[in-house]
């Protein structure tokens, strides 16, 4: 249900963009985030937007990246730019919103990221 795209590999200093398509939920409610994994470490958040655009980033990628969202398109995008090898991770995309006592989370198959010269 939701399916990211827009991974690749991209010089230091470059820029990327990331997408994430939702579909067979209700978008509005859910906030939508991106998270990352590198090799050999734990998944961590990136960036989160809520369904009003309250944004929140990690503290490595403030200043360089932009998290957006279309409620109409049902999409969320990341826009990293001054990428830095340290950026190398597989990038996912998340939605999570409580639904009564019920937590619903949705997680992407993953887009690879790889910041290289």
């Known amino acids: 249900q939701l399916v990211e795209s827009g991974g690749g590999l991209v010089q230091p200093g470059g820029s990327l963009r990331l997408s994430c398509a939702a579909s067979g939920i209700m978008f509005g409610p859910y906030e939508m985030g991106w998270f990352r994994q590198a090799p050999g470490k734990q998944r961590e958040l990136v960036a989160t937007?809520?369904?009003?655009?309250?944004?929140r980033y990690q503290d490595s990628v403030k200043g360089r990246s932009i998290i957006s969202r279309d409620n109409d398109e049902n999409t969320v995008a990341l826009q990293m730019n001054s990428l830095k090898p340290e950026d190398t991770a597989v990038y996912y995309c998340?939605?999570?919103?409580?639904?009564?006592?019920?937590?619903?989370?949705?997680w992407g198959q993953g887009t690879q990221v790889t910041v290289s010269s």
């Open positions: 937007i809520t369904g009003i655009g309250s944004t």
């Open positions: 998340n939605a999570v919103r409580t639904i009564g006592d019920a937590v619903v989370n949705y």
